[in-house]
């Protein structure tokens, strides 16, 4: 066995790699810095807006940190703070001359908004070419027809993570678990984009479990702490863990169980730490992107 790489393989069993979102994080965003510090040569910067409506504190600690990536690619970004009682009105009113402002490139309206604003509304308004969040139906549409458009960034960021990894997409059996517009469903439109066998489960699935199981690679998106336990993962298997979850007590905790699933899955990523500062980094690679475009259409 001397000299003999070691391979994972379901037999032979060790704790699993970690899926580091962080580190990968920071070097895509070092990749957008170094793009951009190449085209603000001869160029304004790339600019991101940012809307919040009302102080939820996650949302605030999201924008936050977005502000902060945008800083670090060299990016300008610009914030908007609205009270919680704004109207759809002024919200879509505020949309309109960001859409028609040539010195904005992306725009991102942080979810959730409070009840007298429709969601999809907001969606629907940002302009398809300013969509860095990849939520508009045309962006949707694009992908599901295979076309170039901007990627939801959190279901893109699970396949950068895996990706950069090295784990074997191709022909693999991906699980996901959750089937949001946000997450669940483009994750599967971007699994079959790798050549993965994809199987969406959800809370009506019968044999949830037992359909886990079967998954090579498992994207857990349900927003329940815990859900995923050691029992429902192939060993070797690729866990990607959407889930932030609050504590009680506080702290964060992912959808999975982390500490029984590593000792059987082959790579797993933990939260914090994992896929939600890959969202962010997406965010900003699809910024440049939004940016580009635009330049070449000067
Ligand atoms: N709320 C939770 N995740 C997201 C996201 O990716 N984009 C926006 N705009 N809001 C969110």
């Given at each position: 066995m001397k000299g003999r790489?070691?391979?994972?393989?379901?037999?032979?069993?060790?704790?699993?790699?970690?899926?580091?979102g962080k580190e990968t994080a920071a070097a895509i965003?070092?990749?957008?810095?170094?793009?951009?510090?190449?085209?603000?040569?001869t160029d304004r910067a790339p600019c991101l807006a940012v809307i919040l409506?009302?102080?939820?504190?996650?949302?605030?600690?999201?924008?936050?940190?977005?502000?902060?990536?945008?800083?670090?690619?060299?990016?300008?970004?610009?914030?908007?703070?609205?009270?919680?009682?704004?109207s759809e009105a002024d919200l879509l009113a505020l949309i309109a001359d960001?859409?028609?402002?040539?010195?904005?490139?992306?725009?991102?309206?942080?979810l959730p908004l409070p009840g007298q604003i429709r969601e999809q509304a907001v969606i629907d308004a940002i302009s398809p070419e300013k969509d860095v969040d990849g939520f508009h139906p045309v962006n949707?549409?694009?992908?599901?027809?295979?076309?170039?458009?901007?990627?939801?960034?959190?279901?893109?960021?699970?396949?950068?993570?895996l990706r950069r990894a090295g784990v074997p997409m191709a022909g693999k059996?991906?699980?996901?678990?959750?089937?949001?517009?946000?997450?669940?469903?483009?994750?599967?439109?971007?699994?079959?984009?790798?050549?993965?066998t994809v199987t969406v489960c959800h809370s009506r699935t019968e044999n949830l479990k037992e359909t886990v199981r079967t998954g090579d690679i498992v994207i857990a998106a349900v927003g329940r702490a815990n859900f995923i336990t050691a029992d429902m993962i192939k060993p070797g298997a690729a866990v990607v863990d959407v889930g932030i979850n609050r504590l009680p007590e506080g702290g964060l905790c992912g959808d999975v169980d982390f500490a029984a699933a590593s000792e059987v899955a082959g790579w797993i990523s933990p939260v914090p730490g994992g896929v939600g500062p890959m969202t962010i980094a997406m965010l900003m690679k699809n910024t440049l992107l939004a940016y580009e475009n635009r330049r070449l259409l000067k």
């Open positions: 790489p070691l391979r994972r393989t379901a037999d032979i069993q060790m704790p699993a790699i970690i899926l580091n965003k070092a990749e957008v810095a170094a793009k951009t510090a190449q085209n603000t040569r409506v009302g102080e939820d504190p996650a949302s605030q600690v999201y924008v936050r940190n977005k502000k902060n990536a945008c800083a670090a690619c060299g990016f300008r970004s610009a914030e908007y703070l609205l009270s919680a009682d704004t960001l859409n028609a402002d040539d010195t904005v490139d992306g725009i991102l309206c942080q949707a549409g694009r992908l599901l027809t295979g076309q170039d458009c901007f990627m939801p960034c959190t279901p893109a960021g699970v396949v950068e993570l059996h991906c699980v996901i678990v959750g089937r949001s517009n946000i997450v669940g469903k483009p994750a599967a439109l971007l699994m079959l984009r790798e050549n993965a």
